[in-house]
């Protein structure tokens, strides 16, 4: 059975202080891997699509990489409005297009 | 309109209701789904819409009743529902997947069954 298991459940930070978050999954043939922002009584927000291990992407201060059991997101200098809570999902080969996901990553940034 | 919309965005009902929540994608996108999110739990896939034809059911009670009508449209039919059906559910959408596999969500119904 495919397992997404993020960690750590909740994480505080200061302004500036950089950290990463960490998606491990266990999955029958990766087709892709996935990362959400989810700000309160919204729906998710599509940050980075990985699908092979060794890839790398970026979007301001976040940088996705992604190896053969996990994934980790860098935050880099956050800011308060990086406060959400954080999603990673994995959908395997074999043509169902289901998405599993893990419980989320709630991060607060105090200015 | 842009992205994926849902409506309403909140519901209150009683258990003995008819009342259905209404997904639209303005993304050109094939494929469509319903997932449930409730407190302290991941996201629960519902089902999925191919081109109109649903290719996933995800072992859900027969009070939750998907229809879509077309490619951009996707409605979930409620009936007789109970408490533990509370939660937020989300719609969203991908591309043909042979290309592309990101399914991008909308904003949620706040679903709340009295």
């Known amino acids: 059975e495919d397992q997404v298991t993020q960690s750590p459940e909740a994480l505080r930070l200061q302004e500036g202080e950089s950290s990463s978050l960490n998606c491990s999954y266990t999955?029958?043939?990766?087709?892709?891997l996935f990362w959400y922002r989810q700000d309160p009584g919204k729906g998710p927000e599509f940050l980075f699509t990985?699908?092979?291990a060794g890839e790398e992407k970026e979007k301001e201060r976040l940088k996705a990489t992604l190896t053969k059991k996990e994934s980790f997101l860098h935050i880099t200098a956050p800011k308060p409005e990086d406060s959400a809570t954080y999603l990673c999902?994995?959908?395997?080969?074999?043509?169902?297009?289901?998405?599993?996901f893990g419980k989320g990553t709630k991060l607060t940034v105090n200015p | 309109e842009t992205g994926v919309t849902q409506t309403p965005r909140h519901l209150v009902m009683g258990m003995t209701n008819k009342k259905s929540l209404k997904c639209e994608q303005h993304?050109?996108?094939?494929?469509m789904y319903w997932y449930k999110q409730s407190a302290k739990k991941p996201l629960e896939l519902m089902f999925v819409?191919?081109?109109?034809?649903?290719?996933e059911n995800n072992s859900v009670p027969s009070r939750f009743s998907p229809e879509c009508p077309n490619s951009s449209h996707l409605f979930l039919h409620l009936h007789t529902l109970q408490p533990e059906d509370s939660a937020l559910y989300l719609c969203?959408?991908?591309?043909?997947?042979?290309?592309?596999?990101?399914?991008?969500f909308g904003p949620g119904t706040r679903l709340t069954v009295l």
């Open positions: 969203a959408s991908s591309q043909d997947y042979s290309t592309d596999y990101t399914q991008y």
């Open positions: 819409y191919n081109f109109k034809e649903q290719t």
């Open positions: 990985l699908y092979s």
């Open positions: 999955v029958s043939g990766l087709r892709g």
């Open positions: 993304l050109g996108h094939n494929a």
């Open positions: 999902a994995v959908q395997a080969q074999g043509g169902s297009e289901k998405l599993v």
